[in-house]
């Protein structure tokens, strides 16, 4: 990996412990920028907002979470998801029961640079692969270290949702394949309705929605014949082209299913309706996060917040339709735990995907996790939803759920962590 000779850690910048602004969580956090230096110069600015566990700080994991994209901010988790406090409805942040630093300490961080908070210095300092955003990445999670090592021993996992299908297999190989002491701490990954085999989850958009009864068989069958196009552009390696040709049968199949039903179809969530761009009505957090007094306690200056974008994406064309199974055979050969977890009303990355492409991901349990049965998984006596599981690969499907599962279902997805990090099965096999 050349590229790691053309980033190299330069200092941090936090900060402080204690907010200005009244949080509705009163747990240690930290936040603010981890400078990279490039060939000329300092070149990334990372952000990341860190909260101590309000179980056992000294002892439970360190989960990092990264939302997908490419390009979008993380604080998407942390206010409408699983931080400790959420804005749902608000116009400013509220205690969250269900907050994944219930029993861990968590880090979200604005990644690759010119996401969220995070900025570049000049344009050719945008990441354009999973290599060098990767490397960024663990850089950044060792300048951690260094600023704060009474984290460092602690168990690592790193969770990620939709995009982040990509990253976080492309951050977990990357570490596996570093020399550092630290790499030993990665115990786990997750992930969350991800992004992972476009060659084999676009074959599964008509199939699941033709199931979920949003098409009928004459649009899955045309959408099938659409399919082939697709493919081969990926395997020729045109891939802008191919995200290009890919992306219009998707396309094709969610028309299709608006003039069916007669209504707008939220792709990230098919029972419901899409009222504005992008589906969700975030400008609360929006002007939440820009706000003066916000900034100034986030110490991100005059860094204007913005939910995703488009540089970024742009960058990363060719990188939409590569696949990451081989960096999972890695994490699973090297005895790390993995699960891949999907709502199930979701379109975008839907679990008929999930179900496809683990199947085809190569490790020694290959054939034993294939041949598991689907057993009910149970959340305070209630099915939650379906698991199948052999040694360090879990798969499971979250009922009631879309593209964001902590959004959805937070309860549910509290438990979900609890069972992952502490080794917990989903079901009894």
């Not at 761009?277 to 991100?300: A, K, M, Q, Y």
Request: glycine content about 8%.
């Amino acid at each position: 990996m050349k590229e790691l000779a053309f980033f190299l850690l330069l200092f941090i910048s936090t900060g402080p412990v204690t907010a200005a602004y009244p949080w509705p969580d009163n747990v240690t956090q930290y936040k603010g920028y981890i400078d990279l230096q490039s060939k000329g110069g300092v070149g990334v600015h990372l952000f990341y907002w860190f909260f101590e566990s309000r179980s056992a700080p000294s002892t439970d994991p360190l989960v990092i979470w990264l939302t997908g994209g490419p390009g979008c901010s993380s604080e998407l988790g942390l206010f409408l998801e699983n931080g400790p406090f959420i804005i749902n409805g608000t116009s400013t942040p509220t205690y969250n029961p269900y907050g994944w630093n219930s029993f861990a300490n968590i880090i979200y961080i604005d990644q690759p640079g010119g996401t969220g908070f995070s900025y570049v210095d000049k344009p050719s300092e945008y990441v354009h692969d999973e290599t060098q955003l990767a490397i960024d990445l663990w850089n950044m999670m060792l300048a951690f270290y260094e600023k704060y090592p009474k984290y460092s021993k602690l168990d690592l996992y790193i969770f990620g949702e939709s995009y982040a299908g990509h990253y976080v297999p492309a951050f977990a190989r990357a570490i596996l394949a570093s020399n550092s002491i630290y790499s030993e701490n990665l115990k786990g990954i997750a992930i969350g309705n991800g992004w992972t085999d476009p060659l084999v989850q676009y074959t599964q958009f008509a199939p699941f929605a033709l199931h979920a009864g949003i098409i009928d068989q004459a649009t899955a069958d045309a959408a099938n014949k659409m399919y082939p196009a697709c493919r081969d552009l990926i395997i020729a390696k045109k891939y802008e082209e191919a995200y290009d040709k890919c992306e219009k049968m998707s396309d094709f199949i969610l028309n299709e299913a608006q003039k069916k039903l007669g209504r707008s179809i939220n792709p990230y969530d098919i029972k419901l309706d899409c009222p504005v761009p992008g589906c969700f009505d975030i400008s609360n957090l929006t002007s939440f996060l820009n706000r003066s007094d916000v900034h100034e306690d986030l110490g991100v200056g005059t860094h204007q917040w913005q939910m995703c974008s488009e540089l970024v994406e742009k960058n990363l064309i060719n990188d939409e339709v590569l696949s990451f199974k081989s960096a999972l055979s890695m994490v699973l050969q090297e005895k790390k735990r993995v699960l891949i977890y999907s709502g199930k009303w979701d379109y975008v990355c839907n679990y008929f995907g999930g179900r496809a492409w683990t199947k085809l991901v190569e490790w020694e349990g290959q054939n034993q996790f294939n041949s598991a049965s689907y057993k009910a998984w149970m959340v305070d006596g209630a099915i939650a939803g379906e698991v199948k599981a052999y040694s360090d690969l879990t798969l499971l499907e979250v009922n009631n759920a879309g593209h964001q599962v902590p959004m959805f279902v937070p309860k549910q997805a509290l438990d979900i962590l609890d069972r992952f990090i502490k080794n917990k099965p989903f079901a009894a096999y």
